[in-house]
């Protein structure tokens, strides 16, 4: 399994993405999941991945063979607007399961993968994708301005609290890491480091591109603090009255 | 989907379960999913219910059917241990596969069910059963001293974040609300009511059997001042300060 968060807020975009991948539990390795496409001046594209490492890591391949293509078919760099940087990546996911598919099939393994795309062109609005297996995708909206991919439910409740178009980058980026900590705490097919890429709104840049491994200062004292805070919480909240005083019926 | 929870403390053990069955979004009902046995001095025993819900209903019945029998092998009331108790309950789904397995096969569909058994004979100790499909079963112990069956990953967190053998029954009680909150909150396939039954150590006896409504007053509080907490400690959090003040690199 993997992890992979990205949000299209005002302030700007933010991705994050765990770096575990495993073929069984005896076998697992670190790898980037997080690619960012900034070799043209006009506009930044990030790609989060999850699923097959095969696929998603021949979908990425694929898609840096062909930055210098000068069809706009072809090049994240041509394409002219972010529905045809979705498109593209879409179109080359199903390049793969051509190649693939019917052979992973014959494995017995699904075509399992999926990305995230966001980013920005110049002068146009930033957008964010969801690409699924079949290369077909949606796009975030003000009423769900986030996308998760991979192991998403164990940190999808803080998410669903607190994020809003409003929320700010940092804030933003914080409730990420608190997210992917319940998720790492959950699941051991998620794990550290965690690679955050921010873009703030119409700059066409990342602004930060951080890695976070587990001697990260900051990450440490955030899930001590965050955990801490929880139980402290959670031991404030009255009991239920009919467990501590139960009337038989 | 369902929701079920069931906990193995110090000081008894503590059942939790929704109520929703949906078969596809557009056929949804209210179903109860725990059943609590106690019909005999010597014993309680609680079975909580998920997957497809034919399957589980036919294990409850056949079950129920058979509590006036003298065998040893066919009544929860006969069963000399809670060990025979969970083997005569995974026999039970073994039955209920044998009629209905091939059948729901050619119509597509899997066997799914599982069930959290556990309860106490008098002069013995508690235990706490997960019976998978198979009607095979694990135990938990003092490292894990519960299970949850259905949608279990959005409300982990707080559980592997609270959940001791020591806990008490009033907290872990509280505990498992805040749990199902953050899954209802994220999954339509679990709503309320919420039934929660609680089994003080060495009673052989329940001596809650709570239906949480929507309209439940502690159930409403608990809601609004955990998700108002959990805000203010995310608030409190510090902000990252390579987002704050990035350098570039």
């Keep these: 399994m993997s992890y992979c968060l990205g949000m299209r807020l005002k302030a700007g975009m933010v ?15 670190t790898f980037r999941k997080s690619f960012v496409f900034d070799g043209a001046p006009d506009r930044v594209i990030v790609i989060l ?7 998603t890591q ?20 041509k394409a002219k607007s972010m529905y045809d940087v979705a498109r593209m990546v879409g179109q080359t996911l199903r390049e793969v399961f051509e ?16 990305l995230i795309v966001g980013g920005q062109i110049k002068d146009r609005r930033m957008r964010l994708f ?13 009423e769900t301005p986030y996308f998760q991919i991979g ?10 609290r607190v994020i809003t178009p409003e929320t700010s980058l940092e804030e933003a980026v914080k409730c990420a890491l608190v997210s992917f900590d ?18 703030p709104a119409d700059g066409c840049r990342a602004s930060i591109r951080y890695r976070v491994t587990d001697e990260d200062p900051y990450f440490k004292s955030l899930r001590r603090t965050w955990g801490e805070g929880l139980r402290k919480i959670f031991s404030q909240l009255p009991e239920p009255e009919w467990v501590l005083n139960p009337t038989k019926d």
Excluded: C, Q
């Design 151 to 160: 192991e998403t439910k164990y940190g999808k409740p803080i998410i669903e």
């Design 130 to 142: 969801n690409v699924y297996a079949a290369g077909n995708f949606i796009e975030a909206t003000d």
């Design 99 to 114: 190649m693939d598919g019917a052979h992973l099939k014959s494995h017995g393994a699904d075509f399992v993968a999926s």
């Design 58 to 77: 021949s979908v990425i391949s694929l898609l840096e063979e062909r930055l210098g293509s000068k069809a706009a078919s072809r090049s994240l760099y």
């Design 49 to 55: 991945t999850a699923g097959n490492l095969a696929i």
């Design 15 to 29: 991705f994050v993405s765990d770096s575990r991948t495993n073929a069984g539990v005896d076998s697992v390795a």
């Design 182 to 199: 319940s998720t790492i705490k959950s699941n051991i097919s998620v794990a550290l480091p965690i690679d955050v890429v921010v873009v």
